[in-house]
């Protein structure tokens, strides 16, 4: 492709070419949402609930070929504007420069030919007689005009350097598109068309998931990446890595876990097995009463297991809760279900039309039984931090990356007993804690000092001056002291360090005002 001559550049209508990419970003950033909704609908086909049979499965395999077809299609018009957004960067500096060269050309005077090619004028000659001061004069002017053409032929060389590489980034912006035939020449003429050549462009590849050591945001983004039918695969062939994945939504782990929780229950000799069972009478309590509920971590071999009472996905307040020392996952995750339950009625009651997700958040193994000594150090918190700072980014992540319901859910951690100190690791880690508000129940004292260390920007205690544990200070600084900061929530004189979700109690209707953000800290 030749290069135009300099004042065809100069007079490039570049804000033309601006609008014209900027539409088609407009067109390519409609393609994500557009595609989350089909595959929602895809995902609702698989309940038997919703529609089941031959004519079901056919649906949701051909909503599954356009999930792969529109995902191929926005990559591939992806990697197509970002060289239409070089051509539209250089064809800029291109006109703006050979503008100006052909502008200063004119001030010199000197004569500069379309290919950038400077022609001085000849000099006036001296007198025969001139003087010294004239001739001083004269020199001064000849390489003052030398520097001035020197300057218009590098603006002007510029230029044509500039417009050489918008005509190359044009000639291969169409490039990424050949793979869904949208280039070359045979275009395909309706959509069956268009999903062989994203067939034939391409091949089938085993997907890999990341290592759980990447970071959410990065898992996120591959996630929304993959197309229907690949989450799909992956889901089934590999349910323990996608169900414990920090960026993946919680739909997708729900799936995945609820997999690996039917393998667990199919063998009563499976390490776990009594934390499977607690998992399964959970759910299934939950969707006999019609209500949604969501396996978001489920390790049965650590006995580790997080319920969602509420869609993650979608909720507008999501209130996590931490357990503290005696709570033993297959004995004790109805009783934290039920306290989930109890924060969500209050949330409810303070905003009515809220969007509402509770947790039982059993991503630790607390201090019970023979092992009950571990609560007079942090080793078990630390570990517990750690899960709970990765699961709190990677709801933010997954929630970020959804083109549909991508929002910033409010997100309140509240904590009781040992499970402050848990909140107390999370919060030293790297990095800010994803969360809105921390409430801290019963604590036995955390080691900051002051309750912005904990990188929430809302801190609430509730102390009872019938629980003896909140008194202790083993761990640090007693929460409800004053020189810690934190806005103190309402308890009875008889509240004991077991009661403060109970709802004869007046502290859990002030927790469900911190999860709905209607409570005014201080």
Known sequence: MSTPGLTAVAAWDTALLDGAVYTLEAVAERLPPW????????????????????????AAAALGEVSSVVTAV????????????????????????AEQALAEAAVVPVALEETGAVV??????????????????????LAERAAA???????????LFAAARAALHTSTSAEPLAAVGGHGPV???????????????????????????????????????????????????????????????AWARDRANRLLLQQTLGDPGTAGYATARAAAAEIEAEEAAGRPVQLWVFDPAQDLVA??????????????????????????????????????????????????????WFGYRPPAGLGSWQAARREVAQRGGIALAGDLAGLAAARAADPVRAGDPRVTVLAHSYGTVVVDEAGDLVGELDVDAVVLLGSPGIEEYRSSDLEAAEVYDASSPSDPVSYLGRFGTSTWERSFGSAALPTDWDTGHGDYYAPDHPTVAAMGEVVAGTRQPG
Request: proline share 9%.
């Open 35 to 58: 595609r989350a909704r089909v595959e929602d609908v895809a995902r609702t086909l698989a309940d038997a609930r919703v529609w089941y049979g031959p004519a079901a499965q056919e």
């Open 74 to 97: 926005t990559g591939a018009l992806g990697a197509s504007l970002e060289r239409l957004w070089d051509t539209a960067r250089e064809a800029r500096t291109a006109q703006e420069l």
């Open 120 to 141: 001085p004028s000849a000099p006036v000659p001296l007198p025969a007689e001139a003087t010294a001061a004239q001739v001083a004069d004269h020199t001064a002017e």
């Open 149 to 159: 053409a020197q300057r218009v032929a590098g603006l002007a060389t510029d230029a």
């Open 187 to 249: 275009v395909p003429a309706d959509f069956a068309g268009l999903s062989a050549a994203v067939g034939r462009g391409a091949p089938f590849a085993p997907v890999l998931t990341p290592l759980p050591t990447t970071p959410p945001e990065a898992v996120a983004s591959w996630w929304a990446n993959l197309p229907e039918p690949a989450r799909t695969s992956l889901i089934a062939s590999d349910p323990a890595a996608v169900g414990s994945l920090d960026g993946v939504p």
């Open 307 to 360: 319920v969602a009472y509420g869609d993650l996905d979608t909720a507008e307040d999501v209130g996590l809760l931490v357990p503290g020392m005696g709570n033993v996952v297959g004995e004790d995750l109805d009783d934290l279900g039920d306290r989930a339950h109890t924060v969500a009625d209050a949330t409810l009651a303070a905003a009515p039309a809220a969007a509402v997700a509770t947790v039982a």
